[in-house]
């Protein structure tokens, strides 16, 4: 029988609207807080392509459409993935914008994004969509699919699309959830077969919009994130959509450093990737949650250590 919940996007806060004009290349806080310049040298996400099932994605933006690959819409049938929300193309920024002196610059600047819709312009959809679009990812090419929506019950049919796609090495990576200290993170995060990601400030504070749980698995960047939004702008979200991404351009510049360097690094599931990461993590500046999984799982992502997760991949 389908599973009839909804999906919806994750409440999430956006301020400060930008131009393509007003905006030459600027690198957020996430950027320059994890030296992120310095780990291009080593790698910017090449060769890896990343699925990205939200509300689509804006084709044309002049910081992303070098980095689309085809994609899919599962809303209106044979129609392009456009994003008419913003939060697709928000996300995508974070991953792939150019490196290109306009506008801002992703965490995995030459990784591709393959950009799917399965929420409508409201950020609704149901669970169908969403499971099949995660199936055609898997199918397609994806290294890593996100996904920044979410529901406190549980959606047994996206559960196993999201093991079909791990059967296939496509790690999937979402978005813990926006309701504050909880018992539990929202599903499919809270899967194990997914990795689950809370959200920090600027002060590695632990951001107080973000879901809690023993199955959150790591903390990132998510307030105030400069981001791409249609058409051509730029806009601050905050949200555990967008500490997601952040994750997943982590993961897509280890994938790529191994491919175009021949490593013998085993990264073919989800667990693979949280080994490579826990290992160097940073704890919790908030002393009364610092050290304490059910609020900051493995740690902050640290692509400071970029080299480290290389060889404890091993």
Known sequence: MNCKIDCKLLPYTREDVYSIQEVKQAAGWEITAFNLEDKWKLSQGETVKVAVIDTGCDLNHEDLKNNLLQGKNFIQKN?????????????????CAENNSVGMIGVAPKAKVIPIKALDDDGSGNTENVANAIVWAADN?????????????DMPIIRKAVQYALSKKCITFCAAGNAGPTREIFFPANYPETIGIGSIDQNFER????????DLDFLA?????FSTVPSNWYAYMSGTSMSTPFVVGCAALLLSYARINNLNIKLENDEDYRKAFK?????????EFSGKKFFEGFGIIDPRQFEEWTRTAE
Request: glycine share 14%; proline share 6%.
């Open 207 to 214: 951001a107080g919009f973000s879901c809690t749980g023993d």
């Open 279 to 287: 290992k160097k993590t940073i704890s919790l500046k908030n002393r």
């Open 79 to 95: 129609k392009d993935p456009i994003d008419y929300n913003s939060h697709g193309t928000h996300v995508a920024g974070t991953i």
């Open 221 to 225: 960047p998510g307030v105030k994130i």
């Open 141 to 153: 090419g994806a290294d890593f699919i996100t996904m920044s929506l979410g529901s406190p019950n």
